[in-house]
């Protein structure tokens, strides 16, 4: 069979010319997929970032295949698009909060804001990121808790990523009563910290008198920790501590 009875029968034709897009498309997103991922592996992205890339790749190719094929199989593609355009503008006006925590995933994901692993703290929550959607992104909060944020959230939002720095400082806000004497307070306080391996010598601590008040002298112990997932823990132990010194003190005096 010549390339001329191919092209002088329509049927056999468009089956050929349909093919040829076919074989193109699959073409094209093989190699724009080893493309992106080398070039995405090279600038250390994310992998998360990676795929989504491809998959948009994917199937905005294979919609224009699709295109191509219904034209050339002499589909009337306009009364088609306009048909879904209708139904696409009433979608739309349902799904635009989708669209935006999808956009909003997506924006998270190229500024690497957090990944999974990552403990994270937004409005009223804090916790370790367990998933990252394109429409939520699901926390596990200290008390194994799951929550469940939108990611347009993150664009609308001040969040804090407590895990790239992997030293954490604790400020703990002490009230010294007057029985107590303040001279020799601080070494006290870091002969407590030094009993933790999980408190650090360097940054040294710090003891700051704040205000003389009625109740006592209002006081901030800032100490350094490795963990940053377990603040208020130490946080506890430190302060359980420090407070049966100061009764101590007291009762000696």
């Known amino acids: 069979m010549t390339i001329e009875s191919i092209l002088s029968n329509p049927l056999l034709k468009d089956v050929v010319v349909s093919l040829i897009i076919i074989g193109a498309a699959l073409g094209i997103v093989k190699w724009t ?6 070039t995405g592996t090279k600038f250390d992205s994310e992998a998360t970032l990676i795929q989504v890339v491809n998959e948009i790749i994917r199937y ?10 219904l034209n050339e199989l002499g589909i009337n593609i306009t009364a ?21 925590n999808f956009i909003a995933g997506l924006f998270v994901l190229a500024d690497k804001s957090f990944k999974v692993g990552d403990i994270i ?4 929550y804090k916790g370790k990121v367990h998933i990252m959607g394109f429409r939520v992104t699901k926390l596990i909060t200290a008390d194994n808790n ?5 990611n347009s959230n993150f664009s609308k939002n ?10 954490k400082r604790v400020d ?32 040294l601590p710090n003891f ?25 823990e130490y946080r506890s132990i430190i302060a359980s501590e420090i407070g049966t010194l100061l009764v101590v003190d007291i009762e000696k005096d």
């Open 33 to 38: 997929s080893i493309f992106i991922t080398k």
């Open 60 to 69: 905005s190719v294979y919609a224009i295949a699709l295109t191509l094929i």
């Open 208 to 232: 700051n008198i704040n205000e003389l008040a009625d109740t006592g002298i209002k006081s901030t112990l800032s100490f350094w920790v490795v963990d940053p997932w377990k603040v208020e």
């Open 158 to 167: 001040v969040h804090v990523n407590h895990t790239p720095l992997e030293e």
């Open 172 to 203: 703990l806000a002490i009230t010294v009563p007057y029985q107590v004497k303040v001279e020799g307070l601080r070494e006290k306080f870091i002969e407590i910290l030094d009993k933790h391996e999980w408190a650090l010598d360097d940054p």
């Open 121 to 124: 703290e937004i409005s009223d």
């Open 146 to 150: 799951i929550v469940s944020i939108p």
């Open 80 to 100: 088609i698009a306009l048909s879904l355009g209708i139904v696409g503008i009433a979608v739309g006006f349902a799904a635009r909060d989708t669209i935006s």
